[in-house]
């Protein structure tokens, strides 16, 4: 079996026709540049995988566009994908400019850098939500632990109006340190007791390993959440020297074995699968979103698309990996596969 589709240079990014065969038990993708020669990356190392779930995006179930509100954060966290402070920060009637065509059918979703901490982090929500547009934030948890936030939010009357929503970012306690650990779950308690509750907690593994203690925490915390998402790191996969790169056939194998008293099924009637991402539903009602990191090295153009987009540093929406890649190539100089000669 081959696909035809599209995929970047793993060197200048520019577009390039791509194939995908099935070949020795596993999905690779071959791919040439004009200008940089041939390219081989391994998509997936189960067939029946790709086969099962293969051009089943998410295409028309979009609904939510991530802007980077802010380019600095309060942690320093290796595996981050975000180039932080080379993007320029803008107003929200920017964003409302930009972005006027989705406006109506989308929300918009506030990532980083660490958006809590931007100075007028309340204001530019409220001045988001009176143009129009429904707002909610991607947090490292860091600042919801402190008490003067939740004091101002309740001043704010954003979480007595349910305009506080927020999707908590996670890792295994073995990446934190002690203070650091002791403050997220402090912001865990405070969401508790102030009777909200988050969009959902994402967390990044690094080893399927870490699903144990994924399992206990979900076990404790999931009054308090109502999707968990998990995906590999985008920066293990980046990494070509000794990356651990985990297929999402290996992570939805596992998850089903940690998870199996609550029964995860595929969830195609709310959102559909791919290649890179799949999504559940436990007997408890909980919603599940799977999903692997594609790099330059092996994405394929046309399957990334999922249930969010990013406005990316070229002023426009992409799907979340492939926005990722993007603005990776455009850090480095490149834009739709050109070398950039003057600002964005």
């Given at each position: ?9 793993n ?61 600095q ?31 109506g ?7 980083g ?10 204001e ?62 402090k ?5 508790e ?50 990356g ?10 596992a ?9 995860p ?7 559909r699968s ?25 994405i ?26 993007i603005?990776?190539?455009?850090s ?6 050109f070398?950039?000669?003057g600002g964005?």
């Amino acid at each position: 079996m081959m696909i035809k589709t599209l995929s970047l240079c793993n060197v200048c990014y520019r577009k390039i026709e791509a194939e995908i065969i099935f070949t020795g038990g596993m999905v690779v993708m071959n791919k040439t540049c004009d200008e940089h020669g041939p390219f081989s990356a391994i998509v997936e190392r189960d067939i029946n995988h790709v086969s099962n779930f293969y051009r089943m995006g998410t295409q028309g179930n979009n609904s939510t566009i991530i802007i980077h509100a802010h380019n600095q954060c309060n942690m320093k966290c290796p595996w981050c994908y975000y180039p932080m402070g080379c993007e320029k920060i803008h107003k929200a009637r920017y964003y409302d400019n930009v972005l006027r065509m989705y406006k109506g059918n989308f929300n918009l979703l506030l990532s980083g850098g660490e958006p809590t901490i931007k100075p007028d982090f309340f204001e530019f929500v409220d001045e988001l939500q009176a143009l129009g547009w429904p707002t909610g934030t991607i947090t490292n948890m860091i600042k919801l632990g402190d008490d003067e936030f939740f004091n101002k939010t309740q001043n704010q009357s954003f979480i007595k109006n349910g305009l506080l929503k927020f999707a908590m970012s996670m890792q295994h306690p073995k990446n934190y340190s002690q203070e650091i650990l002791e403050q997220k779950v402090k912001a865990i308690e405070k969401i508790e007791r102030s009777g909200t509750k988050a969009m959902c907690v994402m967390f990044s593994i690094q080893s399927l390993d870490e699903l144990d203690y994924i399992r206990d925490f979900y076990h404790h915390t999931r009054h308090t959440y109502t999707m968990i998402r998990i995906r590999t790191m985008f920066r293990n996969w980046a990494n070509k020297d000794g990356g651990n790169h985990i297929y999402l056939s290996d992570l939805h194998r596992a998850f089903i074995d940690k998870f199996s008293d609550l029964m995860p099924v595929q969830n195609s009637e709310v959102e559909r699968s791919n290649m890179y991402c799949l999504y559940m539903k436990m007997s408890d009602g909980m919603h599940v979103s799977l999903s692997s990191a594609p790099t330059v090295e092996n994405i394929d153009y046309h399957l990334v698309s999922r249930p969010v987009y990013m406005l990316a540093m070229d002023g426009r929406c992409y799907p979340v990996p492939l926005a990722q890649i993007i603005n990776e190539g455009i850090s480095k100089g490149y834009k739709d596969g050109f070398r950039l000669t003057g600002g964005l």
